[in-house]
């Protein structure tokens, strides 16, 4: 079974600030800090931050799972991540990866769109998704906060 959620929202900030900010490395550290109950850890594995690097995100109560930066376009402002090893994989998952676009509405206000993809052989697994796409709604909401207390 193929699935798909997909959530956006908007941000009082140019779509380059908001850009370097998912873009990069720090967006980890900003989901942690800003997030701890949803990630509580984020290290670096493999790579340099870009296109290719792993992470492991460690959950809080010690779950954990590896996720793959598969692209980042600078030009496009795309990051697509997928979980390659853990995680939902371990949950029977057999693909689950994210998209975060950054979309300029004008010079001061963009719009971030996240979509999961995913496939499953059983639809039970399908409330983990819900789950999943609530908590990263949650960071989106987050950054939504964070650029607005920017700005101020």
Do not use: C
Not at 11 to 32: C, E, G, P
Not at 40 to 49: A, M, P, Q, R, S
Not at 52 to 80: C, H, Q, T
Not at 119 to 135: M, R, S, V, W, Y
């Amino acid at each position: 079974m193929l699935g798909k959620f997909s959530e956006q929202v908007e941000i009082n900030a140019s779509a380059s600030a908001v850009w370097n900010l998912y873009s990069t490395l720090q967006f980890a550290k900003f989901v942690v800090e800003k997030l701890p109950h949803i990630v509580e850890k984020v290290e670096l594995i493999e790579g340099n931050g870009g296109s290719g690097s792993v992470m492991l995100v460690s959950l809080p109560g010690n779950a954990s799972y590896k996720e793959k930066f598969v692209s980042i376009d600078d030009e496009k402002r795309v990051k697509e991540v997928e979980i390659v090893e853990g995680g939902y994989l371990d949950l029977g998952f057999s693909f689950y990866g994210i998209k975060f676009e950054v979309i300029e509405k004008d010079e001061n206000l963009s719009i971030v769109k996240m979509t999961i993809d995913f496939e499953t052989k059983d639809a039970e697994n399908i409330p983990l998704t819900i789950g999943n796409f609530q908590a990263l709604v949650a960071i989106m909401k987050a950054t939504v906060e964070y650029f607005n207390q920017k700005s101020k």
